[in-house]
């Protein structure tokens, strides 16, 4: 056992510096007995000494070497493959398999390990270890506790001038230290002097932090990396990508250059599952979604412009809030944006307009929140303005289930890693809510007010018991919940797995219903349109062709009146005598009205 003590204090407190070297010994006082001081003593008799019957013996003690003992785990997930395999991709597990197939002690171990599985074989056809015995017999109804929660340790910022704890991020190895980001997101309203240092807190001692993190402006997100616990990814306020390695100090270790970087501060960073666990992205509000390789943070390896019309322009892309991403769906990745819309994108796309895959338009505001279930990740939650939705990738016009609009605006929120029914968010008025929508839909199942300041962020321990959350005045607290809150209940991952189902069908049910409607309706506009149309023109034709009718009898009748007159009259004047020119001009006027009698009767015809 290594025992070490450390000094606090200066050198110069601990006096002159020693120098020791090698020299030959060296006699510098001797001195000789005296006879005289033997004169003051008597010589003792008899003497009196006791004796044992056993032999005389020495304790003697040695120390051995310690033998240290260590207990470890190992979990064997697709076959146990190596790490330079992943056993996602097709390629890589047959040409493993092919390589170990060629190895000459393959078929004698495969001979000895089937010996070993026919006798478990055989066991298990003697004797049934999966049967039920107690099936007959109703079950026995388990009272369980109200759900509750308690405050263990509240992290105070050590600044005097407080900012926002924008970010929370446990550590990936046994949970016991918490990285914080802080940050002022007020735009153009920090206070002069404001420190852009962040923290990683041991859960343990709460009053000082046990590491800072100096980057170069004030830290947005801060994440661990989920395969090697010493590196942090950090985006920061001004559009720039950090990276520190807690072994080699406070400083930053990777910074990428201001000409490649975002141009607005960088609200998310996400590791990806990689071989080598260096690669990453990020996401800001200036419409952009960055590939990082922390080994050469110089320039990003790969950019998509969030911008749903497909033309990549950077003026018309969408800013981007929040990011998912999740291992088991390796070629997808969803970005929460500013606008309130939610955008699937494919990472194996070839070109910048395919990567943009659908789009699910649901909040007033940023999406604040963004991620999948981490029991069925068709199924994902988001988290905007006052409400918190959840969404089906099988139905794109809406959400299928979304809780009660709020006083207080939303501001973050988290699935629970160990229970598929139950999400937790957080609100301006600091208040944390617990939603388990097996047990209560309407309302959340517990509302814990955490302090009197805005919370703006969360995030849940893996084991699900505690959770931190972040205030505007930098305050990091961490809250453990009751044990019927973080244990999976009976028969959970079916119920919750029917709920969704039935609200996934339902909604699309609706959709279909809201489709047929609109073409309906579309239909009966254009009908309207057309017979209008119709009727207007048939109106308009009659119309024409009657007046051109009239018009043209009206010119005839008064041409052949006119014609017929100037005739008579131009006879009687010349054959007759004044008294008999006057009886045919009265006879004449005779005629020409029965003429037009007639006339105006086969008119029409």
């Not at 092919?98 to 010996?115: A, C, F, H, R, S």
Request: a negative charge.
């Amino acid at each position: 056992m290594e025992i070490v003590y450390v000094y606090v204090k200066k050198r110069s407190e601990f006096g002159k510096q020693c120098n020791f070297s090698d020299r030959l010994a060296e006699l510098h006082i001797d001195i000789p007995p005296n006879p005289e001081l033997a004169e003051q003593f008597m010589a003792r008799n008899p003497v009196d000494t006791g004796i044992q019957c056993s032999t005389s013996m020495s304790e003697h003690e040695a120390n051995t070497e310690r033998f240290e003992m260590e207990t470890r785990g190992v979990n064997h997930v697709e076959g146990g493959w190596p790490k330079d395999v992943n056993p996602q991709e097709l390629e890589q597990t047959i040409r493993f398999r092919k390589k170990v197939e060629k190895d000459e002690n393959y078929i004698n171990t495969i001979m000895q390990l089937g010996l070993v599985m026919e006798h478990c074989i055989k066991q298990n056809n003697a004797i049934d270890i999966y049967q039920e015995y107690f099936d007959d017999e109703d079950a026995v109804e388990v009272t369980e506790e109200a759900p509750s929660a308690k405050t263990i340790n509240v992290f105070r910022d050590p600044q005097e001038i407080k900012r926002s704890a924008t970010h929370l991020s446990w550590h990936p190895d046994g949970n016991r230290k918490l990285a914080v980001a802080y940050s002022c997101l007020n735009f153009q309203r920090a206070p002069e002097g404001m420190s852009h240092d962040s923290y990683i807190w041991d859960l343990e001692s709460p009053n000082r932090p046990e590491t800072v993190l100096k980057p170069s402006s004030p830290l947005v997100t801060l994440e661990y990396n989920p395969k090697d616990s010493h590196v942090l990814l950090g985006g920061c306020y001004n559009g720039q990508i950090a990276c520190w390695d807690t072994r080699k100090g406070s400083l930053v270790a990777e910074l990428s250059t201001i000409e490649f970087s975002h141009r607005d501060p960088v609200y998310g960073t996400i590791w990806l599952q990689s071989k080598t666990g260096t690669e990453c992205f990020s996401s800001s509000t200036d419409g952009q979604v960055m590939w990082w390789d922390i080994r050469k943070l110089s320039e990003p390896t790969e950019v998509v412009i969030m911008d749903i019309t497909r033309k990549e322009q950077l003026e018309n892309a969408l800013g981007a809030i929040s990011l998912e991403f999740e291992s088991t769906l390796p070629t997808k990745f969803m970005v929460g944006t500013e606008q309130g819309i939610v955008i699937s994108c494919n990472r194996k796309a070839k070109t910048q307009a395919e990567k943009i895959v659908c789009t699910f338009p649901g909040h007033h505001g940023p999406v604040y929140a963004l991620q999948r279930n981490p029991f069925y990740p068709k199924n994902f939650l988001t988290v905007g303005d006052w409400t918190a939705r959840i969404w089906s990738e099988e139905s794109r016009e809406s959400s299928i289930m979304w809780t009660k609009y709020h006083m207080a605006y939303l501001t973050d929120g988290a699935w629970s890693p160990v229970r598929p029914a139950v999400f937790f968010t957080t609100k301006m008025d600091g208040t944390l809510d617990i939603w388990d929508f097996v047990f209560k839909q309407c309302d959340p199942a517990l509302s814990l007010k955490v302090c009197d300041d805005a919370l703006f962020c969360l995030r849940v321990q893996d084991n699900g018991g505690f959770i931190a959350c972040g205030s505007q005045l930098g305050t990091a607290t961490l809250l453990e919940v009751s044990q019927g809150l973080c244990n999976l209940q009976r028969n959970e991952k079916n119920t919750a797995s029917s709920i969704f189902e039935r609200e996934t069908r339902r909604e699309k049910i609706l959709e279909a219903r809201h489709r047929e409607m609109r073409l309906k309706e579309r239909g009966k506009a254009e009908g309207r349109e057309e017979e209008l149309r119709e009727e207007e023109g048939a109106i308009n034709l009659e119309e024409l062709v009657a007046k051109a009718e009239e018009e043209f009898s009206e010119v005839i009748f008064s041409e052949l009146k006119r014609k017929e007159t100037e005739a008579l009259k131009k006879e009687t004047t010349d054959k007759l005598s004044p008294e008999e020119s006057e009886e045919v001009e009265v006879e004449g006027e005779g005629e020409e009205e029965a003429e037009k009698e007639e006339g105006a009767e086969e008119a029409p015809n």
